[in-house]
Nanobody, 120 residues
Framework: QVQLVESGGGLVQAGDSLRLSCAASGRTFSNYAMGWFRQAPGKERDLVAATRWSGSNTYYAGSAKGRFTISRDNGKSMVYLQMNSLKPDDTALYYC?????????????WGQGTQVTVSS
């Protein structure tokens, strides 16, 4: 069984920063890709950023490039998403997920989500 638990969401103002955290447990993730997704009300869930657990390959959606940084601490089984220069359009429920296949998925394991709200 795989467990993913997100934390770090909140209410911030435009231009602020937030760091989301994801704690992974239950499996060895050395060969897994880890990703951050987000879903705004009425919209589909989109991949924002992803990283190989044991490598340096990363992926960023266009909306995240230059503002968001995904990182991981293998010793602590943690994945982070540093979000800078936040915009109201970044408001969404953010999910951590794990894939056995690739950065682009499919993603098999999901956390419960953490809400990020950016006010203008």
């Amino acid at each position: 069984q795989v467990q993913l638990v997100e934390s770090g969401g909140g209410l911030v103002q435009a231009g602020d920063s937030l760091r989301l955290s994801c704690a992974a447990s239950g499996r060895t993730f050395s060969n897994y890709a880890m990703g951050w997704f987000r879903q705004a009300p009425g919209k589909e869930r989109d991949l924002v950023a992803a990283t190989r657990w044991s490598g340096s390959n990363t992926y960023y959606a266009g909306s995240a490039k230059g503002r968001f940084t995904i990182s991981r601490d293998n010793g602590k089984s943690m994945v982070y998403l540093q979000m800078n220069s936040l915009k109201p359009d970044d408001t969404a429920l953010y999910y951590c997920a794990a894939s056995e296949v690739s950065l682009l998925g499919p993603y098999d394991y999901w956390g419960q989500g953490t809400q990020v709200t950016v006010s203008s």
